[in-house]
């Protein structure tokens, strides 16, 4: 099941940091770095944005997140993580294939790693195309990846 969570709430932003913390661990040893910017969200961070959260609930456990902005009908995904203990059950592409559908966007955007295969998979497996690479002062050569959107 999927709920828009209440990233407000201490509690909740308690478990999306928990769920940030165990997926970007993961993410920093795939992609090979000992630095990884998300490690260093702090719950009070995420309690605090403005972002839109939801969450993917499995027997009343919090299993995964997305989190979008969405601004003059341009949807940002900006994180999508997956606790690692529900890895390869299909659950980030059903929290994709969710805000895809329930949100009008003439574009989505998302970024990640360069070398994050999966993440790029997934997004290509869902229509978006690669349209920017590039190295941010971190050091970790990222890749922006779109999808256009006919309304």
Known sequence: MIIKLDNFSEDMAGQIFTIFQRSYKVEAQLIGAADFPPLSRSAQDIEKSKSQFYGF?????????I???????????NSLTVDPD???????GKLLSYILDEFEFIEAIVETAAVNEPAINLYKKYGFVEFKQWIP?????????SLKNAL
């Open 57 to 65: 609930i499995d027997n009343k456990c919090l299993a995964a997140t």
């Open 67 to 77: 989190e979008i902005a969405i601004e003059d009908r341009r949807l940002e995904i």
């Open 86 to 92: 529900y890895f390869r059950k299909g659950i980030a």
């Open 137 to 145: 002062p971190h050091g970790i050569k990222k890749v922006a990846l």
